[in-house]
């Protein structure tokens, strides 16, 4: 329904009159070229990268999300032959060619592709999705394209008010939410920045700094002020230059510290909205060639764009529904806007038992990646409690197929993340059957509550008996309860020497106790990469203890002690072939 504007100066009247006043529509025009460009970058970069293939094609498993579990790839060709048409979508959008059509594709195959797997979900795919989705509405094919000059009738200089405005108002609730994400203790303690930031020590000039307490300070406060303070500069004309030249050097420098894709350039490109509309054309010198004119009031646009914005502006709170830290359940994480907000790693052994015969053994994702999942997805599953619980279902079919099992498998997890850098607790009861609970989105009250970092450390202690509050490996315990195959002896030492037999002949018990020997310094000298080894191996084939022991002995290694225990592992493994072939 349309109605003429009344000229009266009354409240209602007036706010008419500013969403329908001509506005120009240069800056549409260069907001419509950039998302265009930002949407051929990021297709030219999955090509030359290789990630078609790496992310859609070869994983054997994709996690969808809730409600989305009937999204699935195409066959290969069908993966690469949508990601042309999102490029030429892209190219469309950029070039204003047949635009209407050329944005709905860029929103249906960039969505199509963001809700393949939760383990690609980044806070700048999502906000791609719902800007291509705006675009569809906005008139940016009125000038500067290919479709008003094949449609001379259709060129307009001018268009409502409303346009630009409902730019505005989602781009500032984008930056308001991800500076209200970082009103939490462990952003102004510096978590997650202690961690990152070491990565970037070899950057030219700052480089060195990034080591430093101070800088995870500085960057954690610049920060929380940027996403608080930015949105209040950009809209008062005074401080709009000022505020615009921070964006920039903060969108420059996590584009040299952090690898986040396209979104630096797709926030930079983006801000420009805040601007006088007519700031490309005075630039260019690009003179209008009709008239302002009048518009007529309309109610669709305003009550499709109200409807809009209050869902972005409620669904990021969906997270305080739910107990505990968002930051660590991850219930109401995802769509909210909490950007680089915190960092999290861990292990995660499940164990699987036939509850008909008894047998229990385990599969460890790290170990068994190319067989379930790829790297990506190993690191989101560990930490995320949805995904984990998607991967356990999974698992219990693969599982039972791959044993000729025809009942139904048990699942429960063995964990241990770290938040933040903090002391690793488990993410999930380990008493807990996963295949037994189903999907919802309500809360899920396996995911154990998060530990306080005193908690937490006293939880990380090393597991018994490896504590030092707890009694050492006795010769015993060994003889009588663990290793009842082995000749008795009293003496460690010679104790050592037979359960090291025993274990490189396969026992699993007996590489167990290997790792404690190496643990402990039990009649060898202490070497955690060789506790680790043994460890490993015996976890392997399903000891339960062996796995615990891995996960607290992860988190003591460093990288190079990880690489050189897993060229032992490997070594051994090959070992063992060579000695069965012969």
Request: proline fraction near 7%.
């Amino acid at each position: 329904m349309e109605t003429a504007i009344s000229p009266q100066p009354n409240a209602r009247k007036t706010l008419k009159e500013r969403l329908f006043a001509p506005t120009d529509i240069a800056f549409l025009v260069f907001f419509r070229i950039s998302l265009g460009a930002i949407f051929v970058a990021e297709v030219i970069r999955y090509f030359a990268h290789g990630w078609i293939a790496a992310d859609f094609i070869y994983p054997r498993t994709h996690f969808t999300y809730f409600g989305f579990s009937w999204v699935s790839p195409w066959p290969p060709w069908g993966m690469y032959a949508h990601f042309v048409v999102m490029g030429l979508a892209g190219l469309g959008v950029m070039f204003g060619c047949f635009y209407r059509i050329s944005a709905i594709l860029c929103f249906l195959t960039f969505t199509y592709v963001f809700l393949l797997d939760q383990a690609l979900y980044l806070n700048h795919f999502y906000l791609m999705c719902l800007l291509a989705f705006l675009a569809i509405f906005l008139p940016a094919h009125r000038a500067g394209s290919i479709d008003a000059w094949r449609r001379p009738e259709m060129r307009a200089d001018f268009i409502p008010a409303w346009a630009r405005l409902l730019v505005i108002a989602f781009i500032s609730l984008v930056y308001f939410y991800a500076g209200i994400a970082k009103l939490n203790m462990d952003w102004f303690m510096g978590g997650a920045l202690r961690i990152w930031l070491p990565r970037a020590e070899e950057l030219p000039l700052i480089g060195r700094f990034m080591d430093d307490e101070l800088a995870a300070y500085f960057f954690a406060y610049g920060g929380l002020a940027f996403d608080l303070c930015i949105v209040p500069m950009l809209l008062w004309r005074r401080t709009r230059v000022f505020g615009y030249l921070w964006a920039l050097a903060f969108h420059f420098l996590n584009f040299l510290i952090f690898d986040i894709g396209v979104f630096p350039w797709l926030m930079i490109l983006a801000t420009t909205i805040y601007f006088s509309p007519d700031w490309p054309r005075r630039l260019l010198r690009w003179r209008p060639r009709t008239d302002p004119g009048t518009f007529k009031y309309s109610s669709v646009p305003i009550r499709l764009g109200a409807a809009f914005l209050i869902f972005q502006a409620l669904f990021p709170l969906r997270h305080l529904l739910y107990p505990g830290p968002v930051n660590w359940t991850e219930e109401g994480h995802r769509f909210s806007w909490h950007m680089m907000l915190r960092t999290k790693s861990g292990t995660a052994t499940f164990v699987i038992t036939d509850p008909v015969t008894k047998e229990t053994w385990q599969v460890d994702p790290e170990d068994d990646m190319h067989q379930y999942l790829t790297r990506q997805q190993v690191r989101k599953v560990i930490t995320r409690p949805d995904m984990l619980l998607q991967f356990a279902h999974y698992l219990a079919k693969s599982e039972a197929a791959a044993h000729n099992r025809t009942n139904p498998l048990e699942v429960r997890v063995i964990s241990s993340v770290s938040l933040d850098g903090r002391p690793p607790q488990p993410l999930v009861y380990p008493n807990v059957n996963l295949t037994e609970v189903r999907r919802h989105l309500g809360h899920s009250d396996w995911i154990m509550p998060l530990m306080s970092r005193q908690e937490a450390a006293q939880l990380a202690r090393p597991i018994s008996p490896v504590t030092p509050a707890s009694p050492p490996i006795t010769v015993a315990a060994v003889n009588t309860a663990v290793l009842p195959a082995l000749p008795r002896t009293n003496n460690v030492e010679q104790l050592f020497s037979r359960t090291l037999s025993a274990a490189e002949a396969g026992q699993v018990d007996a590489q167990y106790r290997m790792a404690l020997h190496f643990m402990n310094g039990q009649g060898t000298q202490t070497n955690y990469i060789q506790a680790m080894k043994w460890s490993t191996l015996a976890a392997r084939k399903g000891h339960v203890e062996a796995a615990a022991l891995r996960a607290e002995l992860r988190d003591r290694l460093s990288p190079l002690q990880a690489a050189l225990a897993r060229r032992l592992i490997s070594d051994h493994a090959l070992g063992s072939l060579t000695n069965s072939a012969q």
